[in-house]
């Protein structure tokens, strides 16, 4: 248990859907981080906060959309996903951008 | 941009010394990071490095040489429960917004009885 908690720990959506992930961490931490991690490939980082705003956004796609309401907590909304955006959507949080990240279980997503 | 390079797949026996390498290509260097991730769950921070030099950390160990864009990852005592993907991750200060952070492929350690 590392104090990041993922939900849902497992999605499958349709292309035509919108479904939201969320990710929640009681460390006290400033950061956090949303990561896609595919099959055979290196983690891949997609979205970072600090202290609610969004300091970096790794040329993701606009079907998917972050929003940090609070410290705490960090969603991804998801919209007309594509089969190829099948992965696991790891969320993580440092206590700044400049500390390690403890990582969630991660929400495994199917798009069929 | 960012290159990093890890050996795929490692294979080491129980109670063993193992050495994971990994090589790097980056500007504006920030720190290094070594996670290791088991089967089908979340990756667990082990070590960070950002002066060169070794940091231990009881069985594992990590070295870093900003010179020559390299650092490993020393496993000692291999125990079966160490079998997992150590992924080696780098920050820099590139990126849209100054702060970049990109993982290396992972090893994949399997430690045989």
């Known amino acids: 248990e590392t104090g990041v908690t993922q939900t849902p720990r497992h999605l499958v959506m349709g292309m035509t859907n919108k479904k939201s992930l969320k990710c929640e961490q009681h460390?006290?931490?400033?950061?956090m981080y949303w990561y896609k991690q595919s099959a055979k490939k290196p983690l891949e980082l997609m979205f970072v906060?600090?202290?609610?705003?969004?300091?970096e956004n790794n040329s993701v796609p606009s079907r998917f959309s972050p929003e940090c309401p609070n410290s705490s907590h960090l969603f991804l909304h998801l919209h007309t996903l594509q089969p190829e955006d099948s992965a696991l959507y790891l969320c993580?949080?440092?206590?700044?951008?400049?500390?390690?990240?403890?990582f969630g279980q991660g929400t495994r997503l199917t798009v069929v | 941009g960012q290159n990093i390079d890890q050996p795929t797949e490692m294979t080491a026996t129980e109670g063993a010394i193992v050495q994971i390498n990994c090589t790097y290509q980056?500007?504006?260097?920030?720190?290094l990071f070594w996670y290791q991730q088991h089967a089908g769950e979340a990756p667990t921070f082990l070590s960070y490095?950002?002066?060169?030099g070794l940091e231990e950390k009881g069985r594992f160990s990590s070295f870093l040489s900003r010179s020559k864009g390299y650092s490993y990852l020393l496993l000692k005592e291999l125990q079966m429960k160490d079998s997992a993907s150590y992924l080696c991750?780098?920050?820099?200060?590139?990126?849209?917004?100054?702060?970049?952070?990109?993982f290396g492929p992972g090893t994949r350690l399997s430690v045989l009885p």
């Open positions: 993580a949080s440092s206590l700044t951008v400049n500390t390690e990240a403890f």
């Open positions: 460390l006290g931490h400033n950061a």
């Open positions: 906060y600090s202290l609610e705003e969004r300091v």
């Open positions: 980056t500007s504006g260097f920030n720190g």
């Open positions: 490095n950002v002066l060169d």
């Open positions: 991750a780098v920050r820099d200060r590139g990126g849209n917004y100054g702060q970049n952070f990109v």
